[in-house]
């Protein structure tokens, strides 16, 4: 106990020798006032010592450590608690609140961050670029404006103040901009510039000699006296007109002059001529080459397919458009080509050509006979429609609207062969009386180019194909479809042929197929009745029946030509007959067996049956109309079967 005493007592003594104040004279009698306190104090401790239990004060052996860094950490922990979280901030050091984590991102973004809100708003490498509601047209005006007076009218701004650059040129300027300057303005500026170029102009007469002046060859009198850029130029004289040129110029001038109301010629105007190539226009009897022989008549009612091609007449210099034989007879054979020229070849005979007709200056592209054969019309590219003597070669008439006549059809009845109706580009079709040269009627319904015209029904209907994907039926002399057929699925018909019963029609559709139209009062489909299996897509290939109405024939796009069965609608035979398209065919009237067929190689090629008999060469029909030639066929097979 003495001992703890003793270290107490000096504890005390140092804590008081540490902490004695230092004199101060002002302070005096209140440092003796609280000694004396202090004094009455010890002696109570002393007291109370002697009876009480003494504390030891505690002591701590762990080095002072500095504190700083903690309450900076503190304060920043506490601020940070406040504040929004950083999106781009891995690592949190306490729990944020739900306000902080759904709070909003303050300040710009920046165009680089890859937070993924600028990349997705960017459109632009730079940042951001809005669409402007502006007209190119008022882009380029305030454009200019501005890199020519220095300001521009700002769109995005108020009303009060939307302009952007140089205020004081603007107020100078009244706010005009390059394309709106007012009148009074454009007016001194063109005297300023004016007398500008005259003061320079003097100027530079001072430094030009006189003789330079009046010389024309030199480029101070050319700057002097010309008028305009071209002044000046040495230009040589006009020579004469090309062409194509000359061309223009005719048309230009028809134009003009049907403006004007002036009657003018309608189509090209070309000389017309024909050869004869045959011995003799007439016999020893004073017959015309034309006159058909008169043992000709039909062998046999039932026709049969040819097998092959045996005779072939080239004399087209370009590919043949149409063929027709001689009505009845078929002894000729008439042939429209794209030379420009008409051919008729003999095909009893000789098979050569008899007769050349030019009168077109373009492709001809449709041909018909008369009634009699005596006369055919043609119709061409150069808008002309001509009425020829088939024996003479001589044109009897010439017809044309201005238009481009892609058909051309006489009327059936005997009564009405000097009635001519053609179907044009401009959608009509023209009726004419051929025998006053004036137009009669006109049928305007068609939306395209009309292709076809064929009639029915004893002559007394005709029904219309066009470039418009359908077909109109029409009363003869009647500018009225009585019955139209249109379908969604239906396609252009280039080509339409009569059954030899006249009960039926067939158009050949550009689908690859041909199709079957009744020809009674309603026009239906016949839907059972659907002939394909060729390719004549974009080809006006002609489809045609054989005279006993078994078969039908087709041309197709590589040359080729089809036969199907009329009952079972199936191919019978196919004929590879021309390199080209196959444009044409026509079966001959009499001989039932013989097809014609026309190409764009120019070819006409004539195909005969063949007759095979089992173990017995191949007996050909030769291009004749003899019978001693058929007699003697027969015989010779006979004798050979016998044998």
Not at 453 to 459: L, P, R
Not at 580 to 607: F, M, N, R
Request: charged share 25%.
């Amino acid at each position: 106990m003495d001992l703890l005493r003793s270290y107490s007592d000096n504890y005390d003594e140092e804590d008081e020798d540490e902490e004695k104040p230092q004199s101060n004279p002002q302070n005096t009698q209140f440092n003796n006032n609280q000694q004396q306190n202090e004094d009455k104090d010890a002696d109570e401790d002393d007291d109370d010592e002697e009876t009480s239990i003494v504390s030891l004060p505690s002591k701590s052996a762990a080095p002072k450590v500095d504190d700083t860094a903690l309450s900076l950490f503190s304060t920043s922990s506490s601020s940070a608690k406040t504040k929004p979280l950083d999106p781009t901030q891995h690592l949190v050091n306490y729990n944020p609140t739900f306000d902080q984590l759904w709070a909003p991102i303050y300040g710009p973004a920046h165009p680089y961050a890859k937070d993924g809100l600028a990349q997705g708003l960017r459109n632009h490498k730079l940042g951001f670029v809005e669409n402007a509601a502006i007209d190119s047209f008022v882009f380029d005006e305030q454009y200019n404006t501005f890199h020519t007076y220095g300001y521009a009218a700002d769109p995005s701004a108020s009303a009060i103040n939307n302009f952007v650059g140089d205020f004081n040129a603007l107020e100078k300027n009244r706010a005009v901009s390059v394309y709106n300057i007012p009148q009074s303005e454009q007016k001194r500026r063109r005297i300023e510039k004016k007398k500008d170029t005259e003061d320079g102009d003097e100027d530079d007469e001072v430094m030009v000699d006189k003789e330079e002046v009046q010389n024309p060859a030199s480029d101070s009198w050319l700057s002097k006296n010309k008028i305009s850029p071209w002044s000046g130029k040495k230009e040589g004289l006009q020579g004469e007109l090309t062409e194509e040129q000359k061309k223009y110029a005719e048309e230009y001038a028809k134009k003009k002059a049907e403006e004007r109301g002036e009657k003018v010629e309608k189509g090209e105007v070309v000389i017309d001529k024909t050869t004869f190539h045959g011995k003799d226009e007439k016999d020893y009897q004073g017959r015309p080459w034309i006159s058909p022989p008169k043992d000709v008549k039909a062998t046999n009612d039932h026709c049969y397919i040819p097998k092959r091609c045996v005779h072939t007449w080239s004399g087209h210099t370009k590919g043949v458009s149409a063929i027709r034989f001689f009505p009845k007879y078929g002894h000729l054979i008439l042939s429209a080509g794209m030379d420009t020229k008409i051919k008729i070849w003999d095909v009893f005979g000789s098979g050569k050509c008899m007769r050349t007709y030019m009168g077109h200056s373009k492709a001809v592209r449709d041909i018909c006979f008369s009634n009699d054969g005596t006369k055919f019309l043609s119709a061409g590219y150069d808008k002309n429609i001509k009425y020829w003597d088939t024996e003479t070669g001589k044109v009897i008439s010439t017809f044309s609207t201005g238009k481009v006549p892609y058909v051309v059809k006489l009327n059936p009845d005997d009564d009405k062969q000097n009635v001519l109706l053609a179907g044009m580009s401009d959608k009509k079709i023209v009726q004419w009386d051929m025998n006053s040269g004036e137009i009669t009627q006109e049928y305007d319904q068609h939306l395209g180019a009309v292709n076809t015209i064929t009639f029915v029904d004893n002559n007394r209907r005709f029904v219309t194909s066009s470039d418009d994907k359908s077909l109109r039926v029409w009363e003869y002399g009647i500018p009225v479809v009585i019955k139209y057929i249109s379908e969604p699925h239906m396609h252009s018909m280039p080509s339409i042929s009569v059954h030899p019963n006249t009960n039926w029609l067939a158009a050949q559709s550009l689908d690859n197929q041909i199709l079957i139209y009744s020809t009674r009062e309603r026009f239906q489909l016949n839907k059972k009745k659907r002939f394909a299996g060729h390719i004549v897509a974009g080809y006006a290939c002609q489809v045609n029946f054989s005279p006993d109405g078994r078969f039908v024939m087709s041309g197709d796009g590589e040359g080729r030509m089809w036969f199907w069965d009329w009952k079972t609608c199936k191919v019978f035979r196919t004929l590879r007959c021309h390199e080209g398209v196959c444009i044409g065919c026509e079966w001959h009237p009499l001989e039932q067996s013989k097809v014609a067929t026309c190409g764009w190689d120019g070819l006409i090629k004539y195909c005969p049956i063949v007759t095979d008999v089992p173990g017995h060469p191949v007996l050909t029909s030769a291009p004749s109309g003899s019978y001693i030639y058929k007699i003697f066929s027969c015989l010779l097979a006979v004798i050979v079967e016998i044998l």
